[in-house]
């Protein structure tokens, strides 16, 4: 993988995309999201990279762009994805960034960011499809409407009434796999006794069911149901927290920083024994394109935030039959 100082002229901004219908999870609703959009062009050839705030982390699209702007001058003056790891912390403005970098030296290479990335190819990948939280009976009725196109199914969760929300689920979709998201709901709750209720149910695997941070509740516990670290997981510093814990960490690029640390991430994660999801925040196609070459090594791909999305970049990731197909170089590497 080469990682040489690209001078570059960097340009950002804020896009907003609205969200088809809404997006509810345990902390709220969304309507549309902010995302901030970066791109990095020398003489011929221009890369592109973009990153969601991560709210729980305090980040704003506004905190988010500002941030990527204090590279200007560096990136004027050459910079790598090293030195990009090294000087900035993890978050979405280094995200937006390095996957800019991926993606302009690609181009200025003339082959594919997934071959700068060692891969010898990059394959369609079947996506989770997020149910939204709400009650039983609309949970239900989304599950329907989505199971004859995607054969898995993300549900949200929230702790009280869990039960009955997969109970009604499986219901809408009878055939359909299924995983969960607590978003950290089951804090303080019997977390084997929960994951116990859902095996009935067919459900494969479970996010984040405690607090980051709490993750030593899950000492000694032995859930029938694999569980998943997310907010518990950022980066690759954080594996050795999440070993014999879990059994698998949700990768996110803005999460983690981008692209080359996601790739450390999945690394050492799998060094550890540990499975892989991939996973995004709500974004469109330019941010899921970098998070497909992660998407090769993982069990479970989550990347439907274009899916969510009411509109989607000129050029974007072809969803089909539930299946994310790779991006063309006109959109990203």
Known sequence: MSDQPIAAKLSAGIQTWPVAGSFIIARGAKTHVDVVTVELSDASFAGHGEGTAIYYHGETPQSVLDQVMTMEARLRDGMSRTDLLRDMPRGAARNALDCALWDLEAKRGGRPAWALAGLEGIAPRTTAFTISLGEPGKMEADARAAAPVYPLLKLKLAGE???DRVAAVRRGAPDARIIVDANESWTGRDVAAEAAALLPYGVELIEQPVKAGFDHLLDGI???????????CQDSTDIARCAGRYDAVNIKLDKAGGLTEALRLAEKARAQGLELMVGCMLCTSLAVAPAMIV???????DLDGPL????????????EGGVAYPSQPALWG
Do not use: H, K, M, Y
């Open 308 to 319: 969510l999305l009411g509109a989607d970049r000129d050029t974007p990731i072809a969803f």
């Open 222 to 232: 032995a859930s029938p149901i694999p569980l998943c670290a997310d907010e518990s």
């Open 295 to 301: 998407a090769q090594q993982a069990r479970w791909v």
């Open 161 to 163: 009434g869990d039960i």
